[in-house]
């Protein structure tokens, strides 16, 4: 298969992307950072940071798959786009990995500076936290943000993108849809080099052919609209909690009263904030791990004896 021009390629459809990953399937052992070995056969780690849309992530993974190569796809989990720690980016990062593909993590050293913590300890958290969410071990991470003084461009414990090593022969990327070094993009397509690291971002890549203020008009848009859900749900709780409907009726029927602490020598005011010690006592007696079995057993004997319990 020849060579995707410049011109598809600059247009970043995913019909591109397709033809690129065809086109150098034929030249290069596509792999992974964690499948670099140091024999003598040309390679190239394909890697992707998700810095903005894990389901665009998930889609060109499966384009990968059907085309049987691998990949490593590096995770923020400070992204102010997505949260990882949500379930359905978590069975995102599931299923990219069900499909062959690595998981990294994507580490941000200006924002651990913000921190001001330990940069090492840090780092560490944020593995154990990946690993632990994808029952996985995690062995690559990659560099986010500026291009700035890595404090674990020297660790020997994983594998860092960006160590010379990785990025023998030929690193290019295309961060913010620009081609960088856009001649090294050329040398890509007419004289491939022995080594390359080929970088792309996968929020970059659109069935359409759009431009780079309208695609991030999309990202933005696809927020707003999660916001908004999210919204709507927050709303319908407001309006079928029962503590909530409960509570509105009684400020509602006390608006024209003044609210004051209870008169103990009134009686009824008295069993009043008496039954609401209570509550209180039962919310924590059955917020206890002994509380739950206790309620787990009565569960169970109302479901085995309902005629009894009801008569």
Request: one cysteine or more; charged letters at 30%.
């Amino acid at each position: 298969m020849d060579a995707p021009t410049l011109e598809e390629l600059t247009e970043f459809t995913l019909k591109s992307y397709v033809k690129l990953l065809k086109y150098l399937n034929q030249i290069y052992k596509i792999v992974p950072f964690c499948k670099v070995n140091n024999k003598d056969t040309p390679y190239l780690i394909l890697r992707h940071d998700i810095d903005i849309s894990l389901p665009e992530a998930l889609k060109m993974a499966q384009i990968e798959k059907d085309l049987n190569i691998q990949s490593t796809y590096f995770v923020l989990l400070s992204s102010k786009f997505y949260n990882v720690l949500e379930d359905d980016n978590v069975d995102i990062l599931k299923q990219i990995s069900k499909l062959g593909h690595e998981i990294g993590l994507h580490y941000h050293p200006a924002q651990y500076r913000l921190y001001k913590q330990n940069p090492n300890k840090t780092l560490e958290i944020e593995i154990q936290l990946l690993e632990h969410l994808l029952g996985k071990k995690v062995f690559s991470i990659a560099r986010h943000g500026p291009w700035d003084r890595d404090p674990f461009a020297r660790t020997k414990k994983y594998i860092n993108a960006n160590h010379p090593h990785l990025r023998r022969d030929l690193f290019i990327h295309e961060s913010d849809r620009a081609w960088t070094p856009l001649e090294g993009l050329i040398r890509l397509l007419n004289n491939p080099p022995k080594r390359v690291q080929l970088l792309t971002h996968p929020e970059n890549w659109q069935e359409d052919k759009i431009d780079r203020n309208t695609l991030l008009e999309r990202h933005f848009q696809a927020l707003a609209k999660k916001n908004l859900m999210l919204k709507k749900q927050i709303l319908e709780c407001f309006r079928t909690d029962p503590l909530i409907i409960n509570y509105d009726k009684m400020m509602k029927k006390n608006e024209n009263e003044q609210l004051h602490v209870p008169e103990f020598r009134d009686k009824k005011k008295l069993r009043q904030a008496l039954d609401n010690y209570n509550d209180l006592f039962r919310y924590y007696i059955i917020n206890t791990r002994l509380g739950w079995s206790v309620h787990q057993l009565k569960t169970k004997f109302q479901n085995t004896f309902p005629k009894f319990i009801s008569s």
